[in-house]
């Protein structure tokens, strides 16, 4: 499937700051994580990694701030393939790094505050309506 010709997607930057925290997979998730409006929490045997609003304190955290997001408009079909792959790639090739989540409808890119306004400009030239 060819989905270039068949969607045009969009990318919508969320507002806000959000931070990238690591804490032991034997912590509990922090209450204060739901008083942020969008927030991802992921637990594997060696973390548990939660990506949420910096507003947001995070103890006993190793932390990494000062993200933007995108979300990538949908919902996005299952049988699409390569939307990150694209997204990342022309990030990539501008050497902005990225940190990736996916959800059952979407995806989010994240990317540092500092290399926010470079990365509109690589995504809107890379034919992305930001």
């Not at 947001?56 to 000062?66: L, S």
């Not at 409808?105 to 500092?114: A, F, G, M, P």
Request: charged share 25%; glycine share 4%.
């Amino acid at each position: 499937m060819n989905f270039e010709k068949e969607i045009e997607l969009k990318l919508q930057l969320i507002d806000g700051s959000f931070s990238i925290h690591k804490l032991s997979p034997k912590m509990a998730i922090p209450a204060t994580v739901l008083e942020s409006e969008v927030f991802f929490v992921a637990q594997t045997k060696d973390e548990l990694s939660i990506v949420c609003s910096s507003e947001i304190g995070m103890r006993h955290a190793k932390t990494e701030p000062d993200w933007a997001c995108f979300m990538v408009v949908g919902p996005l079909d299952f049988t699409l393939t390569g939307i990150l792959a694209r997204i990342s790639n022309a990030l990539s090739q501008a050497r902005i790094s990225i940190f990736a989540i996916s959800t059952f409808d979407t995806d989010y890119i994240l990317v540092k505050e500092s290399d926010l306004e470079r990365a509109q400009k690589v995504l809107k030239d890379s034919g992305y309506h930001v």
